[in-house]
């Protein structure tokens, strides 16, 4: 993908809820329209994250799998 990207979040060996909470924290902290990539390795966090976009308005624009873990760009709105 070749987005900008605004912060880099690894929050690999963490469970659930800890990779979506610290999402949070980075997000209430961007301006609209920056993106975050997030390093996550925990299964749940795929559809931790689909759901908070959609209740959250912010964009998930890509999730990318690989190697045991998973990546999220998101577009704070």
């Known amino acids: 993908m070749q987005t900008s990207i605004d912060i880099e ?3 690999s060996g963490l469970t659930c809820p800890l990779p979506l ?3 949070k924290q980075s997000l209430n902290r961007m301006l609209a329209g920056q993106v ?3 390093i996550a ?3 749940g966090s795929e559809r931790d994250f689909q759901v908070f ?3 959250s308005g912010n ?3 890509e999730i990318e799998k690989a190697g045991g873990k998973f990546y999220y760009w998101i577009q704070k709105s």
């Open 59 to 61: 964009q998930l624009l």
């Open 21 to 23: 909470l610290k999402t």
């Open 41 to 43: 390795t925990d299964p």
């Open 53 to 55: 976009m959609q209740q």
């Open 36 to 38: 975050i990539k997030v």
């Open 9 to 11: 979040l690894d929050l």
